[in-house]
Every structure is written in structure tokens, then in C-alpha cells.
């Protein structure tokens, strides 16, 4: 056995960070579906078809979070939920909220890229 410590890997706890939020995100946007069903169009309507496929995107982008474009998607699934403004002003006023916290979650990627580049 080797007394040598074990390198942790602080990109790993950050992706897990990314695919809880999205995971959130997602919860979020499919309790949104009873305010667009109530005060919208209705759940078989426009609205309801992109809030609903909007909540399963970020379950998929949460799984793959992964790969190298996980944040990418991740990215512009925020975009799309600030674009949602136009299904629904509920879903836009969400979006806006969320692109703050993926707002904070890029600064604490960049802390640690900072940290990681500094130790090496």
C-alpha cells in the first residue's frame, strides 16, 4: 500500500452541482406546467407543450452533464426557459431567476479553475 493522498477531482463535485440544479430546474418548470395549465392557453396548448418539453430537456441535460457540452446544453436551456417569456410570462420571469443562478454557478467555475491552475 502507498501512503500517497488521492487526488480529488473538484470538476466531478462541480458537474454534480450543475446536474442537482438542473434537476431543481427541472422540478420548477413542471410546477410551472399548473400555472401555464390555469392562467394560460391550457396544458394541450403551445405553452404547455414547451413548458413540458423545456422540464424534460433539463432531466436529459442533468444526465449528461458529463460529457463536454453538458454545460453547454445546460447554458442554453437557459435561454430558452428566458425565450419561454413569450409561452408564458411566468416561464420568463423563472428563466430570469435561474440565468442568476447559473450566473453564480459560472463565477464558482471560474474560482476554481482559478484554484486548479494556481496549484498546478
Known amino acids: 500500500m502507498t501512503d500517497q493522498p488521492v487526488q480529488r477531482d473538484p470538476w466531478r463535485g462541480l458537474r454534480g452541482i450543475f446536474a442537482g440544479v438542473l434537476v431543481m430546474e427541472a422540478i420548477v418548470v413542471g410546477l410551472a406546467l399548473l400555472v401555464v395549465g390555469r392562467l394560460g392557453s391550457g396544458l394541450g396548448g403551445p405553452a404547455g407543450w414547451y413548458t413540458a418539453g423545456l422540464a ?15 454545460l453547454g446544453l ?20 423563472l428563466g430570469l431567476l435561474f440565468v442568476m443562478v447559473w450566473g ?9 479553475s482559478r484554484r ?5
Open 116 to 120: 486548479v491552475s494556481s496549484t498546478h
Open 74 to 93: 445546460a447554458l442554453a436551456l437557459q435561454l430558452a426557459m428566458v425565450a419561454g417569456w413569450f409561452a408564458h410570462p411566468a416561464l420568463g420571469g
Open 104 to 112: 453564480y454557478l459560472l463565477y464558482v467555475r471560474s474560482a476554481v
Open 56 to 70: 424534460l430537456a433539463m432531466v436529459v441535460a442533468a444526465c449528461v452533464q458529463r460529457r463536454p457540452w453538458g
